[in-house]
């Protein structure tokens, strides 16, 4: 792989370690540690934070997987893809000023400790840190090896040595930097996204011959491509539609999307966030998949989903411009990672180690603790993205849904729903997360329960579980003033 | 019970808005895409080289789910403070 095409990817990766030193420079001015390295001090502000929203949701699917199954799939994959735009407001304004008030109320840190708050319940606790440190541990590990297939298909170096590249960068900003590293890279990161796909969208259609060209020649290839059927008439309009839970509504339970809900400046940086965010999210959608399924006439017959993207590129635009546009699925992988990192991080420490290993630890101790646990954990993760086992493959594939079935209702219902108590909140994770491996078995066995994604039923079981078990066991109506 | 916070009656209405627009939007979103687009293919027609179910759905969807958040964020959603002002509870 040429030169101009590296070049791009090197400066990148220098922007993003000088923001990184940027922000460790301001922890080390701030009086409280735990809120500065894993909340950025809840500061944000709108732009920083409808970046740092929309970099950690997008992340190698939106950039490789999703842009591949368009390419195959045609404009129904669009369509699904579409659903997205809605987290963009809808997590803002549902989580929105409440939760805002209430974390600091309760002077929450994590999502954890709100829920700690809310329920009072080391059971709520334990098993909320085990399945966020699970689950989300996979599905950093699978993101890894994703960034390290991504350098390594760019420059020709073997895994490993893509890998190890990947694992340092990540982990030299987010170690020394935290949260508001995690969040000023992420920004840089999602001007990149935004910069890249518009470029990216412009060559493929000139090289396509302009859209109407493009349409013609997929419509001469199979008519179904441009139906919202899919190309081989399977796409269900129920099936489609449940992905409005999936990526859609539900996307208010997953942590890594709660915590950063937490950590704005104040209204008026929410409600810009909400503007930008809802744009940049639809914006990046739209482009990519559009680029997806454009690819098809100029490149035909590309069989790994994942190489769409990075082909075309190359293809389509100069090497040099390439590398930036590539640096764009790359800051996708690399967002996503550091805050997932974060994340399992401030849960070991924050949630488990201070909660019940040693309360009264000094604020010295608490600051090695989290600088040493982010890197031992980066440390691990590499290890595992190496020669990642069965395990973690099959873990990372409840991942996403996993944890919003866990998590949504606990975190909505107890925003907005005083009856909701802790045997609601417990029978309710556990009923999302059993009910969605069950029915996760039953669809690989036997197709789409209903013609609906996975996610679907579990969402809804775990509704009724925490109303009913929250009316009928000990129903109080808790009181938010307190 | 306590007097509940006046913040929290404007946070509860911002919520409802929050569903009652992605409802809207879902009727949007599947009326064009499944209303138009399961006619036969021959009978589409093409905007800006765009299948019309597809321009519809997704593109002018998008734009008017823009155009409404802007608004809401300007005129709709009130600014509170997330400070805590009254400690004295």
């Known amino acids: 792989m040429s030169l101009a095409v590296i070049l791009p990817m090197i400066i990148f990766l220098l922007i993003i370690f000088f923001v990184g030193y940027y922000a460790s420079q301001k922890i080390s001015a701030s009086n409280s540690f735990l809120q500065e390295y894993f909340l950025g001090g ?24 999703g842009p591949g199954t368009a390419y195959t799939m045609g404009f129904g994959w669009i369509l699904l893809a579409m659903t997205q735009v809605v987290t963009g407001y809808f997590v803002l304004l549902i989580l929105g000023k409440k939760f805002a008030i209430l974390a600091r109320r309760y002077k929450a840190i994590t999502l954890i400790d709100f829920l700690k708050m809310r329920y009072k319940s080391p059971i709520v606790v334990l098993l909320s840190a085990a399945s966020m440190i699970i689950f989300l541990f996979s599905a950093m590990t699978a993101q890894w090896v994703g960034g390290g297939r991504l350098i390594e298909s760019l420059t020709g170096l073997n895994y490993h040595t893509a890998l ?25 990161q999602g001007g990149v996204m935004v910069i890249g796909t518009l470029i990216l969208l412009i060559g493929v259609v000139i090289a396509g011959g302009g859209m109407d060209n493009i349409v013609q020649d997929l419509l001469n290839e199979n008519p179904r491509l441009v139906t919202p059927f899919g190309s081989d008439g399977n796409l269900s ?20 999307m709660a915590v950063r809900a937490m950590s704005y400046k104040n209204s008026k940086s929410m409600h810009r966030a909400l503007v930008i965010g809802t744009i940049v999210t639809g914006f990046i959608m739209l482009n990519m998949h559009l680029i997806g399924i454009f690819a098809r006439p100029v490149l035909p017959g590309i069989e790994i989903g994942d190489k769409v993207i990075p082909l075309i590129a190359l293809e389509v635009l100069p090497a040099w411009l390439a590398g930036i546009v590539l640096a764009a699925p790359m800051a996708a992988i690399m967002s996503t990672v550091d805050s997932l990192l974060l994340l399992v991080s401030s849960s070991i420490v924050k949630d488990v180690y201070i909660n019940y290993v040693k309360p009264e630890a000094s604020e010295k101790t608490i600051k090695r603790m989290s600088f040493g646990v982010t890197a031992i954990l980066g440390i691990i993760v590499f290890l595992l993205a190496l020669n990642p086992p069965e395990l973690l493959i099959f873990l990372n594939l409840f991942a996403f849904g996993g944890l919003e079935a866990a998590f949504i209702w606990p975190v909505v219902l107890g925003l907005y729903w005083s009856y909701g108590n802790k045997y609601g909140a417990i029978a309710s994770m556990i009923t999302g997360i059993v009910s969605y491996i069950a029915i996760h078995y039953y669809n690989q066995a036997n197709g789409n329960l209903f013609g609906v994604h996975t996610v679907t039923i579990p969402i809804v079981l775990s509704f009724f579980a925490f109303v009913v078990f929250s009316l009928l066991i000990k129903r109080t109506p808790y009181d938010f003033e307190k | 019970m306590k007097q509940q916070d006046p913040r929290f009656k404007i946070a509860h209405r911002e919520a409802w808005i929050g569903v009652g627009l992605a409802i809207l939007h879902f009727i949007w979103w599947f009326g064009f895409a499944y209303g138009l687009g399961s006619r036969p293919v021959e009978e589409y027609s093409y905007i800006f080289g765009l299948p019309d179910w597809f321009f519809y759905s997704c593109v002018v969807g998008f734009i008017l789910i823009c155009i409404t958040i802007i608004v809401l964020a300007k005129f709709v959603l009130k600014e509170v403070s997330f400070e805590e002002e009254d400690e004295v509870k």
Do not use: E, N
Not at chain 1, 43 to 63: D, E, K, P, R
Not at chain 1, 164 to 188: H, N, P, Q
């Open chain 1, 42 to 65: 809840r500061q944000l502000g709108g732009f920083v934070l409808a970046m740092t929203m929309v970099a950690t949701y997008g992340s190698a699917s939106s950039f490789l997987g």
């Open chain 1, 164 to 188: 190890f590249i990947f694992a340092v960068s990540v982990l030299v900003y987010v170690t020394i930097g935290g949260f508001r590293a995690v969040a000023l890279t992420d920004a840089v």
């Open chain 1, 237 to 256: 309009a129920a099936y489609v539609s449940s992905f409005w839970i999936l990526v859609g509504v539900g996307v208010v339970g997953l942590p890594q």
